[in-house]
């Protein structure tokens, strides 16, 4: 086939066939070769996107063998036929030169060499026995970017060791979201953008942290004749469909209280909402009395004029008004207050009595997939052990999510003890996460560190052992239900054959080590028995989602108010688990930690539309983008610019006490004063990437490390730096 790499052995092969040709008085035509290559059959193959966790589904067209493009699904819920930069370049990630093409073992300061997989699985197995005997399965973590297939198998793996602790990358991303929808309303509901009159979106940007579908629904909402706020430090390329607010960073909770207290002082809110199916009314309201919009002005830099236009807009248009649900922004990992910040966003939705109303906020329906015979395939028991990460843990993390954990903790608990040895598959907290000195230093006193990954990062510099696993393109997944306001599922097929021999399939690879370990009893079966025992229920097969990649099934969003599924079945404005464990049960004021002066800005980032943190920043074609038109440029405002002495283009300085970098200027009157901007996800520095390490700057470096207290994020935006023309 076509797509078999052109080796030195296949070229001699051919070179020595030319020439028998040539020889026999035959003629080879280049142009005969390029007019059969051009007429060769495309196949489709579905597949799913891996460059973001919108995981949109996609078409492969294979040509020769080779990914020729490829194209939306029309019914996957994200992509709608439609992709993104990002997705049509992400599956080239299996041509990609930064590939590990082999399992290599660390001899030294980034100093790795190959050996074979009996060898990786042997040391290993040999090394992780030894920590779990020296030091009990509780010092052992799994941390990854959780996909279908890894969230069977690694989950499966911990526990047959023995282990608890499996975090995903959530404590850098969505953990204070997440948290305050789970103890509030019993989990994460979604704004009905496609019904919606009056919605307010605080720091999220549907036009660059994008899945096509959502920009769509924007579109559709802005033509349709909602009223579109967006409320954010800088000028976002959604703000092309709504009105502009910019807001002092890290003050989005003020604003929220204030949209309260005007809700409830002007009787605006939904009383037979609150009445049946909310607690703690009488408390929250008592709470709420102080902040007025004239108190929130003060904090947060918008008019109080402003602050009581958006409070009525929601009010008189309730229930089809919301807050967007967010996602990172200002209430995921940014700010100290962003647990609580988050907490008043959905007692605000609350008070519109929008849960459950078109045009509010619904709760998505997501399919029930079936599993392994546990008679025939035994599951290993869950452990009981304590995690090494404090989740779960009184007097620690005892409200964070136990499916996300605190990932970028880690490194500390190396430091502490608390953790020996981990796993981590297709995650590079190292680069993600603020402070990466601190992080590497961390990891590196682990004593046992496997990294399993398509490509090198700075988290792969880090580890004992680096396991290659093969692209998305190479390989099928196991299905994934996916939730919206109808369920459905969908799964990645293999598009084309494994291009280095060496690579392996994550499920083999977890398979095979687990047999080195003497726990091959928890993994006797396929993934092919694994894929159809999941999908069974659904009365589907294999072969339909092989054919069709994505299958809409029964079932939808039912009209009318929903089940909480908190401890009171009811939205908890007054929350009795925060009481019971030493935090403030109601959303109160409570001020960023950073706070910008004369001579500071606020460090803020955020995403690119056509780039994913470091899931992209190494990806030649998207890379070029960025080049071309100065993307990686530190957004500073044109009045604090002006007396800075630095003029659009100028190349600056930007310091904290952590580091200083170099980065050009684009001075704009689209950031608030307060604030400076960096796109996150450039500034590679793994010695082994040959694309993109060097280009601009990462916001991370300048972050110290630290942990928000009751959803355990990473604080990513709590951090002032300096600005100055370089060279003064």
């Not at 002007?266 to 309201?285: I, R, S």
């Not at 995921?332 to 988050?342: E, S």
């Not at 399919?367 to 007097?395: E, F, H, M, N, T």
């Amino acid at each position: 086939m076509w797509a078999k790499r052109f080796t030195r052995r296949t070229f001699l092969k051919a070179a020595a066939t030319t020439a028998a040709v040539l020889g026999a008085g035959g003629t080879f035509s280049f142009g005969d070769w390029l007019k059969t290559a051009s007429a060769a059959t495309v196949t489709k193959v579905p597949s799913i996107c891996e460059t973001c966790s919108a995981a949109c589904g996609l078409w492969v067209h294979v040509k020769n063998g080779r990914i020729w493009k490829v194209s939306g699904q029309k019914d996957h819920p994200a992509s709608k036929g439609r992709l993104c930069a990002r997705g049509h370049a992400g599956m080239l990630l299996a041509y990609h030169k930064d590939r590990i093409t082999h399992p290599m073992k660390r001899m030294g300061e980034n100093w790795y060499v190959p050996i074979t997989w009996e060898q990786a699985y042997t040391e290993i197995a040999a090394k992780l026995k030894q920590v779990l005997a020296e030091h009990g399965p509780e010092k052992f973590f799994i941390s990854h970017n959780p996909r279908p297939t890894g969230k069977f198998y690694l989950d499966r793996f911990l526990a047959a060791v023995g282990s608890s602790t499996l975090q995903s990358h959530h404590s850098m991303c969505s953990t204070a979201r997440d948290v305050a929808y789970k103890w509030t309303t019993g989990g994460m509901a979604t704004a009905d953008i496609g019904k919606t009159k009056y919605i307010v979106f605080l720091g999220r940007n549907y036009a660059e942290g994008l899945s096509p579908s959502s920009v769509a629904n924007l579109v559709a909402a802005h033509e349709r004749g909602a009223k579109i706020i967006i409320v954010d430090p800088r000028h976002n390329a959604s703000c092309l469909f709504g009105q502009w607010v910019p807001i002092r960073p890290g003050t989005d909770l003020a604003l929220l209280l204030a949209i309260a207290h005007v809700l409830i002082k002007e009787d605006l809110y939904d009383k037979d909402f609150v009445t049946n199916y909310c607690v703690g009314f009488d408390e929250f309201k008592q709470a709420m009395a102080p902040y007025t919009p004239e108190w929130a002005a003060a904090i947060t830099d918008i008019p109080a004029a402003t602050i009581y236009e958006i409070a009525r807009g929601l009010g008189q248009n309730r229930p089809a008004s919301c807050i967007e649900q967010g996602y990172k922004a200002p209430n995921g990992t940014n700010y100290a207050n962003g647990t609580q910040m988050f907490r008043a966003l959905a007692c605000v939705n609350a008070l519109l009595g929008n849960y459950g109303q078109d045009g509010g906020m619904k709760f998505p329906v997501g399919p029930k997939l079936g599993s392994l015979d546990p008679k025939k395939y035994p599951a290993p028991p869950k452990a009981k052990v304590p995690r090494c990460d404090g989740v779960g843990i009184k007097g620690e993390f005892p409200l964070c999510q136990p499916s996300q954990g605190i990932v970028h903790l880690m490194p500390k608990m190396a430091m502490e003890g608390r953790a020996k040895a981990g796993f981590l598959h297709r995650i590079n907290p190292v680069r993600n996460a603020p402070d990466p000195e601190f992080m590497m230093k961390g990891y590196k006193q682990l004593d046992l560190m496997v990294v399993c990954d398509v490509k090198w990062s700075e988290t792969a510099m880090c580890a004992h052992y680096v396991l290659p696993e093969c692209s998305p393109a190479e390989r099928e997944d196991l299905p994934d239900g996916l939730s919206g306001s109808r369920p459905a599922v969908t799964m990645r097929s293999q598009a084309i054959d494994v291009i280095h021999p060496e690579t392996k399939h994550l499920a083999d690879i977890i398979t095979e080590l687990a047999s080195y370990m003497g726990l091959e009893k928890y993994f006797n079966f396929t993934r092919e028995e694994v894929a159809a025992a999941m999908v069974k229920p659904l009365g589907i097969t294999l072969d339909d989602l092989r054919a069709k990649g994505t299958i809409g099934l029964p079932g939808g969003q039912k009209p009318g108010v929903p089940e909480f599924k908190t401890e009171t079945k009811k939205v908890e404005l007054y929350c009795k688990a925060f009481a019971d464990n030493g935090f403030d049960p109601l959303p109160k004021w409570q001020p960023p930690l950073t706070k910008a002066d004369k001579n500071t800005f606020v460090l803020i980032h955020g995403k690119q539309a056509f780039m994913s943190h470091t899931a992209t920043a190494s990806d030649p074609y998207l890379l070029a983008i960025a080049r071309k038109y100065d993307l990686e440029r530190i957004w500073i405002n044109a009045d604090r610019a002006k007396k800075l002495g630095i003029k659009d283009g100028d190349l600056v300085e930007v310091s904290s006490p952590l580091a200083t970098r170099r980065v050009r200027a684009k001075v704009t009157e689209r950031i608030h004063p307060d604030a400076a901007y960096l796109p996150a996800g450039y500034g590679r520095f793994a010695p082994f990437l040959k694309i993109g390490r060097g280009f601009g700057v990462n916001p991370n470096d300048f972050v110290p490390f630290r942990t928000e207290p009751i959803s355990g994020h990473a604080m990513m935006m709590e951090v002032a730096v300096h600005i100055r023309k370089a060279g003064e």
